[in-house]
């Protein structure tokens, strides 16, 4: 026989804090998973739904690596693409 949880006690993570610190999660994992070093190293933060990318790479196209990747993942209602470009 399992034991019944009263629905007072179990815990929502849907709040801001929380589905922000899961869509950090998601993308970074993905950032790394990309296979191209600089774009593992951007930095991703998010705020309201809101993904933030920050970093520098050495080309446009790592830029739109980066912002490809967070849009095929579907986890933001919006994008800011901060990431610089730095030739080098």
Same mark, same amino acid.
């Given at each position: 026989m399992s034991a019944m !949880?009263?629905?007072s006690t179990v815990l929502r993570l849907e709040g801001p804090m929380h589905g922000d610190r899961?869509?950090?999660q998601a993308v970074s994992r993905a950032l790394v998973a990309s296979g191209y070093r600089e774009v593992a190293q951007i930095e991703c933060r @998010? =705020?309201?739904g809101l993904v933030i990318l920050e970093?520098? =790479?050495s080309s446009y196209f790592l830029k739109q !690596? @980066?912002?490809a990747i967070v849009l095929q993942l579907k986890v933001a209602t919006r994008l800011q693409n901060d990431v610089h470009v730095a030739w080098r």
């Open positions: !949880v009263p629905q899961r869509i950090v @998010a =705020v309201d970093g520098t =790479v !690596v @980066a912002q």
